[in-house]
RNA sequence: UGGGGAGUAGUUGAGUUGGUAAAACGCCUGACUCUGGAUCAGGAGGCCGAAGGUUCGAAUCCUUCCUCCCCAGCCA
């Protein structure tokens, strides 16, 4: 099939700093030849191409170097997380190409151990029992500039900083009364190192312990745990987490347990959209999309339904390369690496979006002609089949000006152009309605032009797509844009928030004609409409009514000169 | 303002021990073509954030400065 292009396992591209360190660790046997990434999505929402980022890099790396990466469920938090998000996000890696094998983890199984090394922590003088509010921990932790306070509850004994974490656990203390916080240093510039919490009471119900916990382990206690449980060796995270190492490592050094190496890149942002889970989480509450899978979302599932296939996406995400720099990648490369995967897999057929009548006034009545299509010329063992061809066609509204612009050379009076795979026609006649508007246009063929060359050689510049009006099947298209106006939805006038930059004509439904072959093609399935872009069948399509989502236009050179003028 | 990061073509990014700047996408030409697609061949585009310094020589080393990002959740 379609290789990955750009994967440094299947080239010979340098490596980015962090497959170096990997491989450095290799040669060096710092692991003993082990390599073992995670991919540790949090179960709070779907997840987006910026997680394609990390997945390709962690499932990548450990592909590469001949190692395992762990698909593990970060879900410390139960007032955030469902058990929908962990379905979605297994169908979504899945589904990118990758495979975890046995190594499919929760941190929640975690929770025992957790909670053993804890008590360890204390007991070694290391962590205490709080019973600051968390207002008042706010208003101590200092400022960026000045040192926070200690709190008056630090130096309690280590007897009842166990006394009064067992009872937490047991469930005495209400939400928000205590937290357990690790004794480090109230003066620390890093704010991480202000005596973190690593435990808070939360009597709520978690999709997977059920009621069994009510204490929950913050991120920067249990993270390091978890990848040290597994015996992770490198821990790729973003770099926000940056400031949060050395407090991963303060942990486990404090434990004296298995060290992972933690190493921070940049997260992908993308132009005309929106990244974060928040904001996508409001675009789907607040109605902006119809759900996750909206396909104008930059979700696995909403590209997915798009049409997007994986192998685009991965390719995409290694042709990115890993860096600390956070920039803001042109979507035009996203919809680069679609369409240079589909042009070479999609079948092509005939569709008119916005049908005019065309009818070909020398064309027996009754006469219907099997033409003979090529469904991909990019793969010769793709074949051919039949188009039914007949006096009565649809064409394009696009390919058709009464009063041609310079340069543009499709049809108008007096004008031949070929039908691809049928006729030579020139255009005799046009017909309008009371506003002007043209309706329909007549022409005649040449016959001996049949399959679209003529015997006296003579050329024809332009060859429009066509379907014929008895025979085509009425489809809807869904044709989507992006889903911002301009390439930072952030970018906006005082007073205003990014949603005042949703694009109102991201989507747009047209009625069209597809022909036949397509009226049996299922959910998923992708096609090249010729000359217009790539299409493929929603879920929503049924048969006798069909849905069509554009992926991605093709190249359109005519457009880009049109638009200069 | 304290701490942590980053600054190389429009974008993403190579450039690992100093020798004077890859590539991809985008853009512009042209060729070819029964998709104004694809393909092929060319081209434009960078004072390597700035200023000093070291050196025969600096994107690479030193100094100072500037800009941008992250951090004051009992989120991750």
């Known amino acids: 099939m379609n290789e990955d292009k750009g994967n440094p396992s299947a080239t010979s591209a340098p490596l980015d700093f962090i497959r170096r360190i990997v491989a450095d660790d290799l040669r060096t046997g710092k692991w003993g030849g082990r390599v073992v990434t995670r991919f540790p999505p949090e179960p709070n929402g779907y997840l987006h191409i910026g997680h394609a980022k990390s997945i390709c890099l962690n499932f990548g790396i450990a592909e590469q170097f001949g190692g395992v990466c762990h698909l593990r469920f970060d879900d410390t938090n139960p007032t955030k997380e469902e058990e929908e998000y962990v379905n979605a996000i297994i169908e979504d890696v899945r589904w990118l190409g990758f495979d975890w094998g046995e190594h499919l983890y929760f941190a929640s199984d975690y929770f025992q151990q957790m909670y053993d090394y804890a008590e360890q922590l204390i007991r070694a003088g290391k962590a205490y029992v709080c019973d600051l509010s968390s207002e008042e921990v706010r208003l101590s932790r200092g400022t960026l500039t000045e040192p926070g306070r200690e709190s008056p509850y630090r130096n309690r004994s280590v007897e009842e900083n166990l006394d009064l974490f067992r009872r937490m656990k047991a469930g005495e203390f209400p939400d928000g009364s205590r937290t357990l916080r690790a004794k480090i240093d109230m003066a620390s510039p890093n704010l991480n190192l202000r005596d973190p919490v690593m435990y808070r009471i939360l009597h709520a119900e978690h999709h997977r312990t059920g009621a069994a916990w009510c204490i929950y382990p913050m991120y920067d206690w249990a993270h390091g745990l978890e990848d040290s449980i597994e015996r992770v060796t490198h821990s790729i995270c973003t770099l926000e987490f940056e400031d949060h190492r050395p407090l991963y490592d303060w942990f486990l050094d404090a434990l004296g347990v298995y060290h992972p190496r933690q190493i921070e890149f940049a997260r992908l942002n993308l132009s005309y959209t929106v990244m974060s889970k928040r904001r996508l989480l409001q675009l789907v509450r607040e109605g902006y999309v119809s759900g996750w899978d909206d396909p104008r979302m930059p979700t696995l599932s909403g590209l997915r339904r798009r049409g997007y296939t994986p192998e685009s996406i991965r390719n995409f995400c290694y042709s990115l390369g890993?860096?600390?720099?956070?920039?803001?990648?042109?979507?035009?490369?996203?919809?680069?690496?679609?369409?240079?995967?589909?042009?070479?897999?999609?079948?092509?057929?005939?569709?008119?979006l916005r049908p005019l009548k065309l009818v070909v006034e020398n064309y027996p009545e009754s006469q219907v002609e099997e033409m003979d299509a090529i469904n991909n010329p990019e793969d010769p063992g793709a074949g051919t089949r039949k188009v039914p061809f007949s006096r009565e066609l649809y064409i394009e509204r696009d390919d058709f000006r009464e009063h041609p612009p310079k340069g543009y050379f499709r049809l108008s009076p007096g004008r031949e152009v070929r039908l691809r795979y049928g006729y030579?026609?020139?255009?005799?006649?046009?017909?309008?309605?009371?506003?002007?508007?043209?309706?329909?246009?007549?022409?005649?063929?040449?016959?001996?032009?049949?399959?679209?060359?003529?015997?006296?050689?003579?050329?024809?510049?332009?060859?429009?797509?066509?379907?014929?009006?008895?025979?085509?099947?009425?489809?809807?298209?869904?044709?989507?844009?992006?889903?911002?106006?301009?390439?930072?939805?952030?970018?906006?006038?005082?007073?205003?928030?990014?949603?005042?930059?949703?694009?109102?004509?991201?989507?747009?439904?047209?009625?069209?004609?597809?022909?036949?072959?397509?009226?049996?093609?299922?959910?998923?399935e992708r096609f090249q409409f010729e000359r217009l872009g790539y299409f493929c069948v929603d879920p929503d399509s049924k048969p006798g009514a069909m849905v069509f989502n554009r992926t991605v236009s093709l190249k359109d050179t005519w457009a880009k000169v049109e638009k200069k003028r």
Not at 451 to 468: E, F, L, M, Q
């Open 424 to 524: 030579f026609v020139t255009c005799t006649d046009v017909v309008k309605d009371g506003g002007g508007e043209v309706v329909e246009v007549r022409c005649t063929y040449d016959p001996a032009s049949r399959g679209g060359n003529s015997p006296d050689g003579r050329k024809v510049k332009g060859t429009i797509h066509w379907v014929s009006a008895r025979h085509a099947v009425p489809a809807e298209v869904r044709l989507y844009e992006h889903l911002f106006t301009r390439p930072d939805p952030d970018d906006v006038p005082e007073g205003e928030d990014w949603t005042s930059n949703l694009n109102a004509n991201s989507l747009e439904v047209v009625a069209a004609y597809v022909e036949p072959g397509l009226a049996r093609a299922k959910a998923g």
């Open 322 to 352: 890993v860096a600390k720099d956070d920039g803001v990648v042109d979507v035009a490369r996203l919809e680069h690496s679609v369409r240079d995967d589909l042009n070479r897999r999609a079948p092509r057929v005939l569709a008119v």
